[in-house]
């Protein structure tokens, strides 16, 4: 998507390990968002940013941490992978001014932990 | 707490109309948003409407809006196969929205 990617697309990582996804945006969005998609749980909130070094949980952050050093990138961690964070992450940018078009998404990132 | 709900599927068949129906709780949305995703990408905006509009148009969608009951819709014309897709309703009453779980729209010759 315009404006907006994530890496990696794909990643198999081990039980136990740290990964790391990026979201790099180049719209100079204030909002940033990480959800993960499920089957049978629709989009669900895990971290969310409103500038730089603000950051606030979601419905589902146990296990993950976000950071986000610059406007244009938002990371997301999980510190000790689980096979329940087996997902598809999605990062969203919005921006602050411009509420009536919504969300921007990226392709998102499809972790697997074995 | 906020909640959006949506069927889960839809199937209809080629050159129909499709109705996609959601219903939210949170009052105070201002704008509510259709979004599609295809297989193996994100989500993209679809569509929006204000939350002091009843309908909106655009070329083959139909946006209709109940503030009363809290019910929104999407009707797509003349559905296509390309159209298969998943639909997530969602409300944007603040800056963290809150989703649907998506209808799946299954479009057959």
């Known amino acids: 998507d315009a404006g907006i990617t994530q890496s990696p697309r794909h990643k198999v990582t081990e039980t136990g390990t740290p990964v790391t996804l990026r979201c790099h945006q180049t719209?100079?969005?204030?909002?940033m968002y990480w959800y993960r998609q499920d089957p049978g749980h629709g989009l669900r909130l895990i971290h969310y940013?409103?500038?730089?070094?603000?950051?606030d949980k979601g419905e589902v952050s146990d296990g993950y941490s976000v950071s986000r050093s610059k406007t244009e990138d938002f990371l997301l961690t999980l510190e000790s992978a689980t096979s329940s964070q087996t997902s598809v992450y999605f990062c969203?940018?919005?921006?602050?001014?411009?509420?009536?078009?919504?969300?921007?998404f990226g392709s998102g990132t499809r972790l697997t932990v074995v | 707490g906020e909640d959006v709900e949506q069927s889960l599927f839809l199937s209809v068949r080629e050159g129909d109309s499709s109705v996609i129906n959601c219903t939210y709780t949170?009052?105070?949305?201002?704008?509510l948003y259709w979004y599609k995703q295809e297989p193996g990408a994100g989500l993209q905006l679809l569509t929006y409407?204000?939350?002091?509009?009843d309908m909106k148009q655009d070329q083959r969608l139909t946006v209709l809006l109940n503030k009363k009951d809290k019910h929104l819709s999407l009707r797509i014309a003349d559905t296509q196969t390309g159209d298969s897709a998943i639909y997530f309703c969602?409300?944007?009453?603040?800056?963290?929205?809150?989703f649907g779980r998506g209808t799946s729209l299954i479009v057959h010759p």
């Open positions: 969203a940018i919005r921006d602050a001014g411009q509420t009536n078009y919504g969300y921007t």
């Open positions: 719209e100079n969005h204030r909002y």
């Open positions: 940013s409103y500038g730089v070094k603000d950051t």
């Open positions: 949170d009052s105070s949305s201002t704008y």
């Open positions: 409407i204000f939350s002091n509009m």
């Open positions: 969602a409300e944007g009453g603040s800056y963290i929205p809150t």
